[in-house]
């Protein structure tokens, strides 16, 4: 007996039939016969023998290549499953795979990269010790042969040893009909809206259809069930295509002796979601559970949602536990919290070319993309640094920076990182000013924004040190710069020696009293891909002067562990998510790591992932914040320039023009005093800036962009001067994106401009991720003047995060009982008129047994809205209604407002209601107007209508800290519908709408942003 695998291929009883197949000296006693060995790094050694005398060593520490060694071919069958177990052993390094090769009769590979039809497995990294392996495939269309494969791959190095493979050819499950060419032949069709078409079949001539246009029920498809063994493990692959809409998946579902269906562990169903609108093979893998004795297939559309889609080609096989933790369950695998929603609603969103949305403002590269090569030029920057007083100034000063840093900051090990979201006043909610003094040491408190003392807490004392350990990040490619200016190695040598404290004492890190799960050096795991992004832009630099031993010590005990922890955590479409997978992108790109690359970029959830599923066909993060739009930007940029400057930036060049456009899209959603709207939960009121494509002007060169970085100095403009990119013809005065009526129908905005009027609509989410109680939200302008804005939230660890900014009596919102919108749902659009300036949207799952719906419109000079609630039948009592409005303007409530005292208005309705302050109310029937006054004088009569007595509430509601503005609240009796109109129209002054000049400088950076963009 050689081996004692983990797993047999015995016992399956009348389910399933293996065969062993001959393999020509399957472990290597007699040396290489029946294998060519077809490079210089593999050889059959008695070191490799896991029993027996000997075994197949590779040992790959070749730069470029990688190992070749194949067995002989035997014979092999189109559509049969055949099965390679064997034994492995990683010694050092990682990255090599066995695959299973099949070949047509003239000696043809049929599975290779090009076809993304590969069968591999590779040898996981954790065998520290012998283990056994096995990986099955079924044979494609025209296979004569197949052959065993052993690869390390190219650029990795490894040492690893094989032995005892074995081969089998294993027969699937007797599925009944599993390609649906006998009709329904052995399948349970309990539904209206499933059927066996021809339109639905990927071969052969019929397949399974599901078109579910029922907004409460699902679909219900079941195959017969079919005997399995408890506790072994079971593969389904299937073929399938969305053609519309999404929420459809395909279900395992196992079951006792006597029929009862055993319920999923911890509630995780085994089950594959449907994403992709071009036919795509699945897998799906699972261990039958305790008692189990059958297994069935279920193809369900979730309830409520709206999808089309086809089914073919089921087949239902043995597998082994790789194939079990490679094809795990879509809930099981996803790796996020709750809260960022389920990313399987979310399909990939169309984008035709990138490349030619906002064409005109671009800068396009001969070959019409808009990616353009970076460059660094230090002779260059040396002679401007010396030529130029301007330069040099500039110079000297960065480099007196950077000598105050290196002298006077340095991390410690054992430090622990803190939440960014906590570094904020108790008194006011808003940011702490952040400084590089140590707190305890240099400093015996903390000062707010409006000059507060606030004292050092532990929890403060942790955000600091979070804070502090991305700037330290960033100083050490600030002093890489210095070091390529001044030819100075004691700036490489302080950059080297901080990664070597870190990959040094990178055990000091990791189990901190508040740190997050799959995090080290950060409180989180974003904490982590920020901080390490910015160390391996800082490794890139000093890559030449460190050598191969030291940068080899950065990787395997810093990069090489951060890169597997990042894997462990957002596996999902997110933008915490595209930092890791960004930041593992430009790990791989450094060190050459393949595997590496193909997990962090073109996985599941990789980065072409989270650019086609993540943002819409409208240029806009799904998450909907604008802040998180720039946030992506802050994640990917810096990869896509860090490709470029390898050589290497047509590997993500589609990303990089789509992360272009993402830059535009805001610009064209502007208000005349560029602001940006502020849907979802941003910690701040964003501005309109062009500052992102100034900061990406050396490789997604616009005209907006590079006449900015004319006028500014850094390090981008010195090593890559935008005079040499700007066309000689390029405008003096680039134009921003006009603001026009719109749809942005994939995003769930729309944006109405009509004379001075401007109104952005928010009426719906597009997942879990950021939503707030705010679908159905609005927010204004007219002329210049602000007149509803959207306030954002503050620091995610204040109680009023959840406790009242993300909740409805925030929004500009319908309240039902005192309450707005949830869950989360996409909404539907109703109207949308571009000549009339019209747009009407619904919520009809609004809240539970309540709907809501929304006009907004411009007639002449007058903005109107008009809001129905109802409450369903099926609510046993009417409900109190009402709705909230935010201003920027002021209003004097008159004699017929009277004061109220707060604990009188808070008892009996929610918490939230706590915020509010200066409280006035007014008793009215059918409508009332009130005159608003706005900055500059503007005003504007205000009236509220509503058949029947309502009562009128006037506040001081929260706005972005420490800033209030003014509320109107309205609230019926218990009724079971309501019809709110709103009218605003001026009454004095009128503005004229202008547009920021090109060359104003940027608003101070808020405290989150200067933590995660160096720039």
């Known amino acids: 007996m050689k081996y004692s695998p983990f797993y047999a291929l015995l016992g399956f009883a009348s389910t399933a039939v293996a065969s062993s197949l001959s393999l020509t000296n399957p472990s290597f006693e007699e040396g290489s016969s029946g294998w060519s060995i077809l490079d210089s790094m593999s050889s059959v050694q008695t070191e490799a023998a896991h029993q027996g005398h000997r075994g197949l060593v590779v040992d790959d520490q070749d730069s470029s290549n990688g190992s070749n060694v194949r067995s002989a071919c035997i014979p092999a069958h189109a559509g049969e499953l055949y099965r390679i177990s064997f034994d492995a052993k990683i ?7 066995v695959y299973i090769q099949y070949f047509d009769e003239s000696g043809t590979l049929l599975t290779n990269s090009k076809l993304k039809n590969e069968n591999l497995l590779v040898v996981p990294q954790r065998a520290e010790g012998w283990d056994r392996y096995s990986l099955s495939a079924t044979a494609p269309e025209g296979t004569a042969k197949l052959a065993i494969w052993i690869h390390s791959f190219n650029g990795n190095r490894v040492k690893a040893y094989f032995d005892h493979f074995e081969l089998t050819q294993e027969a699937p499950l007797p599925l009944k009909n599993p390609d649906f060419e006998n009709n329904s032949e052995g399948w349970i069709i309990r539904d209206k809206m499933s059927q066996v078409d021809p339109s639905a079949a990927k071969s052969g001539t019929l397949g399974l259809l599901v078109d579910d246009q029922d ?64 036919w795509e093979s699945h897998s799906l893998a699972a261990t039958a559970p305790d008692n189990a004795n059958s297994v069935d297939i279920w193809i369900h559309s979730f309830n409520g949602n709206l999808v089309k889609a086809a089914f073919d080609n089921f087949v239902l096989k043995p597998a082994s536990r790789d194939e079990v933790e490679a094809n795990p369950s ?16 979310l399909i990939a969103f169309e984008k035709k070319k990138p490349s030619a949305d906002f064409s005109e403002l671009k800068v396009l590269q001969p070959d019409g993309s808009a990616f353009r090569q970076p460059e660094e030029n230090w002779e260059q920057a040396r002679y401007l640094i010396q030529e130029d007083p301007e330069w040099g100034q500039w110079f000297e000063e960065k480099k007196a920076e950077v000598d105050d840093w290196i002298a006077n ?63 330290h990040a960033s100083m050490l490619i600030e002093a890489a710069y210095v070091y390529h200016i001044t030819e100075d190695p004691e700036y490489a040598e302080w950059v080297a020696s901080q990664l070597d404290f870190y990959a040094d004492h990178y055990d000091s890190w990791g189990n901190g009293v508040d740190q997050k799960k799959h995090s080290h050096l950060g409180y989180q795991s974003l904490d982590d891909a920020v901080i390490i992004s910015r160390q391996i832009d800082a490794a ?28 462990k955590s957002y596996q999902t479409i997110h933008n915490i998510a595209t930092w890791q997978r960004a930041t593992e992108a430009k790990i791989a790109l450094l060190y ?17 992932a989270q650019f086609s599923r993540g943002v819409t066909s409208d240029y806009l993060w ?67 800036s062009t500052g992102w494509l100034t900061r990406t002007y050396r490789i997604l060169p616009t ?18 001067p935008p005079a040499a990119i700007l066309p000689s013809d390029a405008p003096t005065l680039p134009e921003l994106p006009e603001v026009v009526t719109r749809n942005l129908e994939s995003s769930r905005f729309a944006l109405i401009k009509e004379g001075l009027w401007q109104i952005f609509f928010h009426y719906g989410q597009l997942n879990r991720s950021h939503a707030q109680a705010e679908a159905l939200n609005w927010s204004a302008s007219y002329g210049n003047t602000m007149i509803s804005q959207d306030a954002g939230t503050v620091g995610y660890s204040s109680p009023m995060y959840t406790g009242y900014y993300r909740l409805g009596l925030a929004q500009n919102v319908p309240l039902i009982n005192g309450l707005g919108q949830i869950p989360w749902k996409r909404g539907t659009l109703l109207h949308f008129d571009e000549a009339d300036a019209s747009v009407t949207a619904a919520q009809p799952e609004y809240r539970e047994n309540a709907s809501a719906q929304r006009t907004l419109s411009i007639h002449g000079d007058t903005l109107i809205d008009t809001t129905i609630v109802e409450i369903s039948e099926n609510s046993a009592e009417p409900e109190v209604l009402g709705m909230t409005l935010h201003l920027e303007g002021s209003v004097d409530p008159g004699d017929s407002f009277a004061p109220v005292d707060p604990d009188t208005f808070t008892a009996g309705r929610p918490p939230q209601y706590q915020y509010w302050s200066e409280l006035f109310s007014s008793p009215v029937t059918d409508s009332i107007t009130l005159p608003v006054t706005f900055k500059g004088g503007l005003i504007l009569n205000l009236t509220f209508q509503y058949e029947g007595p309502f009562t009128l509430f006037i506040a001081k509601a929260p706005g972005q800290p420490p800033a209030t503005h003014t509320v109107f609240y309205i609230e019926t009796a218990p009724t079971r519908q309501a019809e709110f109109i709103t009218r605003l129209s001026p009454k004095a002054i009128e503005p004229t709408a202008h547009d920021k000049p090109k060359g104003e400088a940027e608003e101070q950076k808020e405290f989150f942003e200067r933590l995660f963009d160096w720039f």
């Open 215 to 278: 907004n409460q029920r699902g679909s219900d498809v079941r195959s017969e069930k079919i005997s399995i063994q408890s506790g072994h493990s079971y593969q389904l692959d299937f073929d399938a295509k969305l053609i519309d809409g999404a929420g459809i998946a395909v279900y395992l579902q196992f079951y006792d002796a006597i029929g009862r269906r055993i319920q999923a562990k911890d509630n995780i169903e085994i089950l594959r979601t449907i994403t992709a609108k071009d």
């Open 540 to 567: 890139r630099l000093v890559f030449d002067y460190a050598g191969p031993e030291r940068r080899q010590n950065w990787f395997e005990n810093l990069f090489k562990p951060e890169a597997k922890l990042l894997s």
């Open 703 to 720: 005209y907006l962009g590079l006449n900015n970085a004319l006028e500014q100095k850094s390090w981008e403009t010195l090593i890559d």
């Open 592 to 608: 050459d790591d393949e595997d590496l690359w193909k997990q962090a970029v073109d996985s599941k959830y990789g980065l072409r």
């Open 330 to 345: 879509t809930q099981a695998s996803t790796k996020a919290p709750a809260w960022t929603g389920d990313a399987n609603t």
């Open 91 to 97: 010694v050092n390094g990682g990255g090599i795979a």
């Open 622 to 688: 799904y998450e909907q914040s604008m802040g998180y739009n720039s946030f992506i930007m802050m994640a990917s940029n810096s990869l896509f320039t860090f490709t470029g400057l390898l050589g290497q930036g047509e590997l993500l060049q589609e990303e990089a023009e789509i992360s272009q456009n993402m830059m535009l899209a805001p610009l064209a959603l502007r208000f005349p005093n560029n602001k940006l709207p502020n849907p979802a939960d941003n910690t701040n009121i964003p501005g309109a």
């Open 409 to 471: 900051n340095e991390d410690r090990a054992g430090w622990e990182a803190g939440w960014n979201h906590a570094f904020i006043s108790p008194q006011d909610n808003s940011f702490l000013v952040w400084t590089k003094d140590v707190p305890g040491e240099d400093i015996d408190f903390f000062v707010s924004k409006t000059g507060d003392r606030v004292e050092i807490t532990p929890t403060l004392f942790r955000a600091w040190v979070g804070a502090f350990r991305k700037n």
